[in-house]
C-alpha cells in the first residue's frame, strides 16, 4: 500500500513481511516497517499538528490527560473546522490511574424539542436528505462546549480559561492553510455559498479558495471562544451566542430553539468492556453503537486462531467480513438513545451470543439478503476526527468527536464563527432506509425530541492487569467500527507495532449493501480467494483516521502512531 505523504514523526526502514496466511497468495513478501513515536513523559496523538503541539505544551506545564484532552477539543475547531467542533458532540472516554476508574462522557448532540419522526420525509412520505444535511433541520443542538466543562471539572487539575486560551491565539491570530485544509475547503465550497456568513469566512472576499501558506483567522470565532472562556457554558448555551444560534437555525427552516440550548446537558455513562485474548476492552455505550459491535466482533472472532491464519490472508478476511456483517445486522435493529429505548447491550456484548454467531458462519460467504438481526428476545460520519492522549500517571483519554460531513451542514451562526452539525442525519428518518454512510435503521432510532441519533463513534482503551495498554479511535462514519477493530487485532493476534497496525490495509462489512469494501493493498490472489467464496469486492479510497498510543505497563513508555492517510495528523510526546 502506498501513501504519498508520511508525517514527519515515522522513521522508514525495510522489513520482510511473511505470514501463513500471506503465503497462500505468494505475495506481501515486502512492507514498509514503521516505526512509532517514543516518548516518557506524556503524548498527544491527534488529526492536526497544532492542536496535537497544544495537548503535548498542556502536558509538559503539569496538566493531565483531561487537561491537555480539552485543550485539543477546543483547538481543533480552530485548526480543523471539517470535524473539530464546538457546533458539535460526540463522546470522551477517560480512565483515572489512581482509581482506577474508567468513565464515558456522552456529548452527543440531543434533538431539538420541536423535532418530530418525520421532519425529514417529502411530501411523497420518502426520506429527504436535503432536509436531514442540509437545512437548519439537520442540526442537533451541541455538546461540545457542555462536555468538556464535564470533563475538566471531574477530572481535570487546570483552569477552564488556560485550556480554552490556545484555541482562542490561534482563531485570532490566524493559522496557515495547509494543502489538505486548502482541499477539502474547495471540496465544500457549494455548501459555503449558500450561506454568506459561512462563506466569509471560509472563502475570500472574491469568492476564491483559500491557498496553502495563507493565514485563515477566524475572529468571530476567537470573540465566541472568549465568552465561553469567561463565562464558562452559560457563555455559549445563553446569551448572544445562543441567541444567533437559534436564529441562523431558524432561517435555515431549523427548529432549535434558545431554550434547546440552555437544557442541554451531558451525560456520564459507564462503559461497556468485554475481552479478547486476555485483554480487557473497555469502549464507548449507546447511544454510540461503536463499543457494543466492536466488542461483538471481537468476541465472535476470538474464537478462531486469527493469528496463524494470518494478517489479511483470504481466511482471516472471510471470518472478519462474516463477524462484520450479523453485529451491522444487529445494529439496523437493536441500537439507540438508552435513554429512549432497551439496548440489549449485554446480550448483544455475551460470549454466549458470540458463539451462536459462529454457528453461522460457513466456509463461503452468507448473503445479506439471509442475514437478520439475531433473536436476542427482549428487546447505530466520515468526517469525524478522534484524538488519544496519555499522561506520566497512566491517565488516558480517547476522544471522537464530529459535525458529521465535512464542515457539518456548512451553516455558520452569525456573529459567532461556530459551524453547525448535520447530526440529525444519523436518525433513522424512515427505518429502514439508509442514512448518509449507506446504514440501516429501525424504530430504536427513530427522531424523537431530546433524544440523542445513534453514532457508530467508538473511542477504545485496551487495558492489561488493570492499566492502560492502548488508547485508539478513528473518523470514518460506519467505517469507525471496523477500523478500530483492526488497530487492536494488528497488535494483539499479529504482533503488529502501533505504526504498523495503523497504516495496514484495511476492509470493511457493513451487511448493506451487500459488499466487502477494501483498501488498495489487498493481494489479489487473495481477493481472488474471497471472490471464489462469494464475497462482493469493492475497492475503494483509504478508511479511517487512527489516532493509537500504547503504554508498555512494564517500562511505562509511551509508543504512537498517526494515520498516515491523513497527512496533516501528528503524534507527539515529551
Do not use: C
Not at 436 to 457: D, H, Y
Request: net charge negative; aromatic share 6%; glycine share 10%.
Amino acid at each position: 500500500m502506498t501513501f504519498q505523504r508520511l508525517p514527519l514523526i515515522f522513521s522508514i526502514g525495510v522489513m520482510t513481511y511473511s505470514s501463513a496466511g500471506a503465503q497462500e497468495a505468494g505475495i506481501f513478501s515486502e512492507m514498509d516497517r514503521l516505526h512509532p513515536v517514543w516518548a516518557e513523559n506524556g503524548m498527544v496523538s491527534a488529526q492536526e499538528r497544532e492542536a496535537a503541539e497544544i495537548g503535548r505544551d498542556i502536558l509538559a506545564k503539569g496538566g493531565n490527560a483531561v487537561d491537555a484532552g480539552v485543550a485539543v477539543a477546543f483547538a481543533l475547531a480552530v485548526t480543523l473546522p471539517r470535524a473539530g467542533n464546538i457546533g458539535g458532540g460526540g463522546f470522551m472516554f477517560i480512565h483515572d490511574a489512581e482509581s482506577g476508574d474508567t468513565k464515558a462522557i456522552d456529548y452527543r448532540e440531543m434533538a431539538p424539542s420541536g423535532a418530530s419522526r418525520d421532519m425529514f420525509l417529502n411530501d411523497a412520505g420518502e426520506a429527504d436528505s436535503t432536509k436531514s444535511l442540509q437545512s437548519g433541520a439537520a442540526s442537533g443542538v451541541p455538546g461540545t462546549v457542555a462536555g468538556m466543562r464535564m470533563a475538566l471539572d471531574t477530572y481535570g487539575s487546570m483552569d477552564w480559561a488556560e485550556v480554552i486560551a490556545p484555541a482562542i491565539r490561534l482563531a485570532e491570530k490566524g493559522i496557515s492553510v495547509t494543502p489538505e485544509l486548502a482541499d477539502s475547503l474547495e471540496a465544500s465550497r457549494e455548501e459555503f455559498m449558500a450561506y454568506p456568513d459561512s462563506a466569509a469566512i471560509f472563502l475570500k472576499p472574491d469568492g476564491s479558495g483559500w491557498r496553502p501558506g495563507e493565514l485563515l483567522v477566524q475572529a468571530d470565532l476567537a470573540q465566541t471562544l472568549r465568552t465561553v472562556a469567561e463565562q464558562g457554558p452559560d457563555g455559549f448555551y445563553k446569551g448572544a451566542v445562543a441567541e444567533n444560534i437559534a436564529k441562523a437555525i431558524q432561517a435555515a427552516g431549523g427548529p432549535m430553539t434558545v431554550d434547546d440550548l440552555a437544557a442541554y446537558k451531558p451525560v456520564m455513562r459507564e462503559p461497556v468492556r468485554g475481552t479478547y485474548r486476555g485483554y480487557d476492552i473497555v469502549s464507548m455505550p449507546p447511544p454510540s453503537s461503536g463499543g457494543v459491535h466492536l466488542i461483538q466482533i471481537l468476541n465472535t472472532l476470538e474464537g478462531y486462531p486469527i493469528g496463524p491464519l494470518g494478517h489479511n490472508s483470504a481466511e482471516t478476511i472471510h471470518l472478519m467480513a462474516e463477524a462484520m456483517k450479523l453485529a451491522y445486522a444487529d445494529r439496523s435493529e437493536y441500537l439507540g438513545d438508552p435513554d429512549f429505548v432497551d439496548v440489549p447491550a449485554e446480550a448483544l456484548t455475551s460470549k454466549d451470543y458470540a458463539a451462536s454467531l459462529r454457528e453461522k458462519i460457513g466456509a463461503l460467504a452468507t448473503p445479506s439478503a439471509m442475514i437478520a438481526p439475531g433473536d436476542l428476545g427482549p428487546y447505530e460520519s466520515d468526517q469525524t476526527t478522534h484524538f488519544s492522549i496519555v499522561d506520566k500517571d497512566g491517565n488516558a483519554v480517547s476522544n471522537t468527536y464530529t459535525i458529521n460531513l465535512d464542515y457539518g451542514s456548512g451553516l455558520v451562526a452569525g456573529g459567532t464563527g461556530v459551524l453547525m452539525n448535520n447530526e440529525m442525519d444519523d436518525f433513522s428518518a424512515k427505518p429502514g432506509v439508509p442514512n448518509a454512510f449507506g446504514l440501516i435503521g429501525g424504530e430504536a432510532n427513530a427522531v424523537e425530541a431530546g433524544k440523542r441519533p445513534l453514532s457508530s463513534m467508538t473511542p477504545t482503551l485496551v487495558l492489561k492487569d488493570g492499566e492502560v495498554w492502548l488508547a485508539t479511535g478513528s473518523p470514518g462514519g460506519a467505517r469507525i467500527i471496523t477500523t478500530t477493530l483492526q488497530v487492536i487485532m494488528n497488535m494483539i493476534d499479529h504482533g503488529m507495532n502501533v505504526a504498523e497496525a495503523s497504516t495496514a490495509p484495511r476492509v470493511h462489512h457493513q451487511w448493506l449493501p451487500d459488499e466487502l469494501r477494501v483498501e488498495e493493498g489487498i493481494s489479489v490472489d487473495t481477493l481472488r480467494l474471497l471472490s471464489a467464496r462469494g464475497h462482493s469486492i469493492a475497492e475503494k479510497p483509504v478508511m479511517g483516521s487512527t489516532q493509537t498510543i500504547m503504554r508498555d505497563v512494564q517500562s511505562e513508555a509511551l509508543l504512537g502512531a498517526s494515520d498516515p492517510r491523513r497527512p496533516d495528523a501528528a503524534t507527539v510526546g515529551f
